[in-house]
């Protein structure tokens, strides 16, 4: 009877022995993701996306990650930032839960709100450059990060001459379509009121306003005239500007500090049919590989140990990182933003 009973605690053990060996090369393979993850996201055998970034980045980010899992498939879904926003709600409402994983820029918490957005912090967390490139609760992560700075065409403005503080654009020398804006370039209010104060915030976009810059919408767009003389100096994301210098386009870029930075985030379905596989795409776009990849495709990573192509793009510079808002006070820096440059 001893004997048996010895017998099954041996095969026990040797079970339990097995198990976590399975486990541990799992992890060997796959990374830094919790090995219990891995196996549980294996019985799900696929993943739904639904993203605003780019096609051609988001499947190269789907082909590493298929690659690097196997066992999954993932289906993609791409929109507008607006269109996703609303369609997340609507099928919510409807009782609909078909998206694991979203990533987008975040301009509202209301999916927070309505509990439409699980939390979740990866492990990878731990190597982000700043505390601030995550939701506290876990709802949210930066993937890449999206600085606005003042771009100056080289062949119009001297590296000397271009502005290096906010006020410096309100001299005389830049008055009358000598600037450009973006027709809903938000974050720069929004941005401003959270380092310096609405007030402040507002009294200075009130005088930029008065220097009659060029109001227009878009920013690769506005990179493009501004390197073809349309306007010496714009306020743009860091990226478009970048890109048109490494190619050699006549155009550079200084940081006015505080820089405002958004980010473009990724979150969980509260509700996700395949959990698991979800964390293990959060987990692998958060990855070194992951970050890569999107250095690769000229975006501004977020990690420590993966360096922005220059690293000028995120680093030297104060900034301020912003984070989404209530749909009231998102509504109100819009309102605000369009009333002061009077944009119709």
Known sequence: MNSNIDSFKRLALLGTFLWIALLVVSSLLYGASDPKIIEAAKGERELTVWTTSDLRQVTKIVESFEKKYPFLKVKLYRTGTAPLHNKIITEALAGKHNWDVS????????????????KYKSPQTSMLLDPEMLNKEGHWTAIYVVPFVLGFNTNLVKAQDAPKTYDDLLSSKWKDK??????????????????????????????????????????????????????????????????AASKGAPIDWVPL???????MAIMLAEHAPHPNAGKLYIDFILSRDGQEILRSEQRIPVRKDVEADPPRLIKGYKRVMLHPMKASEYEEIVRLYREIFNIR
Not at 106 to 117: G, I, N, S, Y
Not at 257 to 263: I, L, Y
């Open 257 to 263: 500090e505080p820089v405002p930075v958004t980010s």
């Open 103 to 118: 990533n987008s820029t975040l301009q509202t918490h209301d999916l927070f709100e309505r509990k439409m957005v699980a």
């Open 178 to 243: 000598m600037i450009s804006i973006d027709s809903e370039g938000y974050e720069l209010l929004q941005g401003l009121s959270t380092a310096w104060g609405k007030e402040k915030a507002v009294a200075f976009l009130k005088k930029l306003a008065a220097q009659d810059p060029v109001s227009r919408r878009g920013n690769s767009l506005r990179v493009e005239l501004a390197t073809g003389g349309e306007f010496p100096v714009l306020i743009a994301m860091a990226s478009p500007i970048q890109r």
